[in-house]
């Protein structure tokens, strides 16, 4: 592969054809390596976690290191539903795709424990063969597979492995629906998104990405169109549409198209369901500036004074690990501009509003590190940076510390140290 930048510009909507077909049991075979692995490193960090309250895990003990912080909450909602007392921490703070799923699962399994992170593992095998395939069709072969690398050596992605979150889950139907949109399925993509945002708060960045993504693959169809390009060879063959070309494109959108808005929905009936069982749609929003959490909107959030005041005063080892996540929210803002130029108007909105949505409403970046995981086109972008970057020890440099951090901190996380 060539070192210069062009060697890798593939127009947006196009398709980046590999010699080879995509490697699926391969990756599906790492990730299976990758998984077993982090789960030897939290069962043996979990030994000398402090002790807790053991009687909801029931599960294997091997799994105990996967279960810890918002994993009591999702475990909480499974298994006797949502409360919220205005003022307080209350799980209404957390979404219901995941823990809905889990007690669905543990139907069959018999167990809560296991169910989640049965859940969160399966998701995150789907969610990075999907990743997978994305890439492999809009980078070359050795970008493709980069970014795989970077997805599943990124110091966070540990919560692809195990934990029972709904980081996972949530990656899993953002990738989704826009691979069902590429396939101009409309409204397969929006009932898709509509889980998304019925998964985390951030899902509302799917919503946007997808309407967006719409507007531009009309735009491309009508540029082909002008062109006197085939039908058929529309959306690879287009030039990348400008900002003017999506608002015109408006004027083309029809009935099947509107089905990417389907993908509001899951957010509006969460709000619905808030509404009628606690009388407040936006319960959701103000339990994050309860007492604990204490994530209220303001100054004081936006520009990190908690942050600030933690590098300062400490403790220090707080400070690194905060630190951490905002390096990676940093690199992932500096990747926006190579999101557009590669993937186009879509990907970009998605990505900058679910990295906005945390870096904003965020006292000290506590958390962030899993939003950059969901932002896949800027893991993506990563990946493409650095395999065509000139300086070629950057790559396996910069694969081998990523890998070091993602063992460092699945170790910390079986210890119940808060990472992210």
Same mark, same amino acid.
């Given at each position: 592969?060539?070192?210069?930048?062009?060697?890798?510009?593939?127009?947006?909507? %196009?398709?980046?054809?590999?010699?080879?077909?995509?490697?699926? %049991?391969?990756?599906?075979?790492?990730?299976?390596?990758?998984?077993?692995?982090?789960?030897?490193?939290?069962?043996?960090?979990?030994?000398?976690?402090?002790?807790?309250?053991?009687?909801?895990?029931?599960?294997?003990?091997?799994?105990?290191?996967?279960?810890?912080?918002?994993?009591?909450?999702?475990?909480?909602?499974?298994?006797?539903?949502?409360?919220?007392?205005?003022?307080?921490?209350?799980?209404?703070?957390?979404?219901?795709?995941?823990?809905?799923?889990?007690?669905?699962?543990?139907?069959?399994?018999?167990?809560?424990?296991?169910?989640?992170?049965?859940?969160?593992?399966?998701?995150?095998?789907?969610?990075?063969?999907?990743?997978?395939?994305?890439?492999?069709?809009?980078?070359?072969?050795?970008?493709?597979?980069?970014?795989?690398?970077?997805?599943?050596?990124?110091?966070?992605?540990?919560?692809? &492995?195990?934990?029972? &979150?709904?980081?996972?889950?949530?990656?899993?139907?953002?990738?989704?629906?826009?691979?069902?949109?590429?396939?101009?399925? &409309?409204?397969?993509?929006?009932?898709?998104?509509?889980?998304?945002?019925?998964?985390? @708060?951030?899902?509302?960045?799917?919503?946007?990405?997808?309407?967006?993504?719409?507007?531009?693959?009309?735009?491309?169809?009508?540029?082909?169109?002008?062109?006197?390009?085939?039908?058929?060879?529309? %959306?690879?063959?287009?030039?990348? @549409?400008?900002?003017?070309?999506?608002?015109?494109?408006?004027?083309?959108?029809?009935?099947?198209?509107?089905?990417?808005?389907?993908?509001?929905?899951?957010? =509006?009936?969460?709000?619905?369901?808030?509404?009628?069982?606690?009388?407040?749609?936006?319960?959701?929003?103000?339990?994050?500036?309860?007492?604990?959490?204490?994530?209220?909107?303001?100054?004081?959030?936006?520009?990190?004074?908690?942050?600030?005041?933690?590098?300062?005063? =400490? @403790?220090?080892?707080?400070?690194?690990?905060?630190?951490?996540?905002?390096?990676?929210?940093?690199?992932?803002?500096?990747?926006?501009?190579?999101?557009?130029?590669?993937?186009?108007?879509?990907?970009?909105?998605?990505?900058?509003?679910?990295?906005?949505?945390?870096?904003?409403?965020?006292?000290?970046?506590?958390?962030?590190?899993?939003?950059?995981?969901?932002?896949?086109?800027?893991?993506?972008?990563?990946?493409?940076?650095?395999?065509?970057?000139?300086?070629?020890?950057?790559?396996?440099?910069?694969?081998?510390?990523? =890998?070091?951090?993602?063992?460092?901190?699945?170790?910390?996380?079986?210890?119940?140290?808060?990472?992210?």
């Amino acid at each position: 592969m060539q070192s210069t930048d062009q060697s890798t510009v593939v127009a947006p909507g %196009a398709t980046a054809r590999s010699d080879q077909a995509y490697p699926w %049991a391969a990756v599906l075979g790492v990730f299976a390596v990758m998984s077993a692995t982090l789960t030897g490193v939290v069962a043996w960090s979990e030994r000398h976690r402090p002790l807790g309250d053991e009687s909801i895990l029931q599960g294997p003990s091997w799994l105990d290191g996967w279960f810890q912080y918002d994993a009591g909450w999702y475990h909480h909602i499974a298994t006797a539903g949502y409360q919220y007392v205005p003022g307080q921490q209350s799980s209404i703070a957390f979404f219901p795709v995941f823990p809905l799923g889990v007690r669905a699962l543990a139907n069959l399994t018999g167990d809560v424990q296991v169910a989640g992170s049965l859940l969160a593992v399966l998701a995150g095998a789907a969610a990075v063969l999907l990743f997978g395939r994305w890439a492999w069709e809009r980078l070359p072969r050795p970008a493709a597979l980069t970014a795989l690398a970077v997805l599943m050596l990124y110091p966070y992605a540990l919560f692809l &492995y195990g934990a029972m &979150y709904a980081d996972s889950l949530f990656l899993l139907c953002a990738v989704g629906s826009f691979m069902l949109l590429e396939k101009r399925w &409309y409204w397969a993509a929006g009932l898709v998104g509509a889980l998304a945002t019925a998964g985390r @708060p951030v899902g509302v960045a799917v919503a946007v990405g997808l309407v967006v993504r719409t507007l531009e693959l009309l735009a491309q169809d009508r540029a082909a169109r002008a062109a006197g390009d085939a039908a058929g060879e529309a %959306a690879g063959s287009a030039p990348r @549409p400008g900002w003017r070309d999506l608002v015109r494109a408006v004027r083309d959108v029809r009935w099947r198209h509107a089905g990417v808005l389907l993908s509001g929905a899951g957010l =509006g009936a969460w709000c619905l369901f808030l509404w009628l069982e606690f009388g407040n749609p936006l319960a959701f929003v103000e339990v994050e500036s309860a007492p604990g959490w204490n994530q209220g909107v303001g100054p004081k959030t936006w520009f990190k004074v908690v942050y600030a005041g933690t590098l300062v005063k =400490g @403790p220090y080892d707080v400070a690194a690990l905060l630190t951490l996540q905002a390096v990676a929210c940093l690199l992932a803002v500096l990747l926006l501009r190579r999101v557009w130029r590669r993937f186009g108007w879509g990907y970009l909105a998605y990505t900058f509003v679910v990295l906005v949505i945390p870096i904003l409403g965020t006292k000290d970046f506590m958390g962030t590190g899993r939003y950059v995981l969901v932002a896949f086109p800027a893991i993506a972008a990563a990946g493409d940076y650095l395999a065509g970057s000139p300086r070629r020890w950057l790559r396996p440099v910069a694969l081998a510390l990523s =890998g070091v951090l993602l063992v460092l901190l699945t170790s910390l996380f079986g210890r119940s140290v808060a990472v992210s």
